[in-house]
């Protein structure tokens, strides 16, 4: 039972993120068409001797639309689409071990009435 609710939810969200991925897809190759455009009409000028276009363009070894490239994308939007926080939305309760007694808490805990909590993320270094 668990194993089909997990293929299910699954399944979901590859149908939500779809979409998405496909966009991201046709732009890659938007980008790589224009490029082999730009690359065209450079080898134009090369043989008339006319400036048609700039020649603007990525190599070949560095292809956007690439299986490579639309595995990240795939995986980047899988990890967005799954990640606790989200615009506009309640800041996820997360656990955390305080400097002074190194004690298990929540973030949440820490904040004393209406006084903002603030969370610094810096280095020290």
Known sequence: MMNTVKAVKNALICFVLLPRFLAAAFVFWLLDFLCIRKRFFLRM??????A?????CIS???RLFSFESLKAVWHG???????AAHLG???PNTEVVRLEDQ???RILD???GDRPLILNFGSCT
Do not use: M, T, W, Y
């Not at 000028?45 to 006319?50: T, W």
């Not at 048609?52 to 603007?56: E, L």
């Not at 939007?77 to 990640?83: G, H, I, V, Y």
């Open 45 to 50: 000028k090369e043989q008339r001797g006319d």
């Open 52 to 56: 048609i276009d700039p020649p603007v």
């Open 60 to 62: 070949d070894s560095n």
């Open 77 to 83: 939007q899988k990890l967005d689409f799954l990640k």
């Open 89 to 91: 939305r309640g800041a």
């Open 103 to 105: 004690r298990h808490s």
């Open 110 to 112: 820490c904040a004393h």
